[in-house]
């Protein structure tokens, strides 16, 4: 049977796969549009093989809410470039990871890919994940997934199109739209400011120590013959000043910069009826802490052009 370029683009639309996988699959099956799709997913282990030294640092970012807003699952899922992250295979692969993560029992990533594929418990997590390595053609991993339940009210926020995804945890006794506005905002000043604490209570000494010793050394540079006392009190300026930008509570509200977040979930929960405090925030940042290759495709494409 003559494969069209048609049959191809068909076939490619509805498994996201290559052109030349997808031209191939319907070679070895005749036409057989159904049988190329199964083909393309049996070949999904040798293509996650292969692909398996890529480095896979671009992805999403997304979290699934309980409808009682008392759970909630936050999830990382990485793939080579960008343009797979903007694919809507991908992207509906990655919600559907989110929703297996919020039903999940297991406590590590290892756990988790070895668990039935809520979508089809034939196969593990893992098998879904090969699969879709075979139909897009790109290294693809579930880096991490992080999960919380509360008494309280749980709200978040997604930036840049899953670039960023944040959820937060509140101790409120309601649900009111003050709750769950205050929720929303403080997931977006997380995400734009990337708060390290809570409040300064949730600083560790460790931490105070190691900062001290490094503010220490860069204002013993600075001294000109300065008295000791003198630079310990730059220092203790300095760490202040760092803390007001690390902790939560003590940073500027995105909205109105005449008050700190305190100060908004002061009004908020006279807003609510009820005090409204931050209990736990979790922030994923795509990529983050990956070393991403540096990649010139226009070099990349001529390469591609001169193996033909």
């Given at each position: 049977m003559a494969i069209t370029a048609g049959m191809v683009k068909e076939l490619r639309e509805m498994t996201g796969a290559g052109m030349m996988d997808c031209k191939k699959a319907l070679t070895e099956t005749n036409g057989d549009m159904n049988a190329a799709v199964?083909?393309?997913?049996?070949?999904?282990q040798a293509t996650a093989q292969k692909r398996a030294g890529k480095i896979a640092a671009e992805g999403l970012v997304t979290f699934k809410i309980a409808d009682d807003n008392k759970?909630?699952?936050?999830?990382?899922?990485?793939?080579?470039?960008?343009?797979?992250?903007?694919n809507e295979i991908f992207r509906e692969f990655v919600n559907d990871v989110a929703a297996q993560a919020l039903e999940t029992a297991a406590s590590d990533m290892e756990g988790f890919l070895a668990e039935p594929w809520k979508k089809d418990p034939s196969i593990t997590v893992n098998?879904?994940?090969v699969e879709k390595i075979a139909l897009i053609h790109e290294n693809?991993?579930?880096?991490?997934?992080e999960k919380i339940t509360t008494d309280g009210f749980i709200g978040g926020y997604i930036h840049g199109g899953g670039r960023i995804g944040v959820l937060v945890e509140l101790d409120a006794a309601n649900d009111s739209d003050a709750v769950r506005n205050a929720a929303k905002d403080v997931a977006m000043q997380v995400a734009a400011l990337n708060a390290q604490f809570i409040s300064r209570e949730d600083v560790s000494e460790e931490h105070l120590a190691h900062e001290r010793e490094i503010l220490m050394e860069k204002a013993m540079q600075e001294a000109n013959g300065k008295p000791a006392n003198i630079v310990a009190k730059m220092v203790e300026g300095r760490l202040a000043k760092e803390?007001?930008?690390v902790c939560?509570?003590?940073?500027i509200y995105f909205r109105d910069n005449e008050q700190?977040?305190?100060?908004?979930?002061?009004?908020?929960s006279q807003e609510a009826g009820t005090p409204i405090t931050v209990k736990k925030f979790i922030r994923f940042e795509t990529g983050?802490?990956?070393?991403?290759?540096?990649?010139?495709?226009?070099?990349?494409?001529?390469?591609?052009?001169?193996?033909k």
């Open positions: 199964d083909y393309l997913r049996k070949k999904g759970s909630a699952a936050i999830v990382e899922v990485n793939s080579e470039t960008d343009f797979v992250a903007k098998d879904a994940l693809l991993k579930i880096r991490r997934f803390l007001k930008d939560l509570m003590d940073q700190t977040i305190a100060k908004f979930l002061k009004g908020a983050e802490g990956i070393e991403k290759k540096e990649e010139d495709f226009a070099a990349e494409v001529a390469a591609q052009m001169n193996q």
